[in-house]
């Protein structure tokens, strides 16, 4: 009786530890489908909201191009683009991404940061994410104003 009862709990208990894998799949599968519906947004947004657009192509072309309304809707965008990212990078570090599935991504955020007008706005906006996240975009923000300067004392 008293084997079987024991195997019995043995069994309960390597159910449970199943369940509970499947949950944190099924928890995980979940986050990613809403970083990609959050990063389909933006791109949504930029695509139907020819003011987007407009705010986004002025940035790029230098922060004196751009009006105080676009300047402020870009502000406001980045913002979100920003903690979408902060988002996608507290899920890498509890192992939602392997990291050849992240380098990708932050590959991107190098190239976003790249942007005169977009360093600017994270000068001003960086202490609003978290130090770990705002190490990784800072270190972005390094770089590309290290090759700035190397280029520009080159000439």
Same mark, same amino acid.
């Given at each position: ?8 709990? $043995? ?48 940035? /790029? ?25 902060? /988002? ?7 192992? $939602? ?25 994270? /000068? ?32």
């Amino acid at each position: 009786m008293n084997l079987a009862a024991s195997l019995g709990v $043995l069994l309960g208990i390597l159910f449970l530890a199943l369940e509970i894998r499947q949950n944190t799949e099924m928890m995980r599968s979940q986050a990613r489908d809403s970083i990609t519906d959050k990063q389909m947004m933006f791109s949504e947004w930029v695509t139907t909201e020819p003011e987007m657009a407009v705010a986004i192509s002025e940035a /790029n072309s230098g922060l004196q191009s751009i009006s105080p309304e676009h300047r402020l809707m870009y502000t406001y965008f980045l913002t979100g683009v920003w903690r979408e990212w902060e /988002n996608s990078y507290y899920q890498y570090q509890r192992g $939602l991404f392997e990291a050849n599935e992240f380098e990708p991504r932050t590959r991107r955020w190098r190239s976003q940061m790249e942007s005169e007008a977009a360093r600017a706005i994270w /000068n001003g906006t960086r202490l609003w994410y978290a130090p770990g996240f705002r190490g990784v975009v800072d270190g972005f923000v390094d770089e590309i104003v290290a090759e700035i300067r190397q280029s520009e004392s080159d000439r």
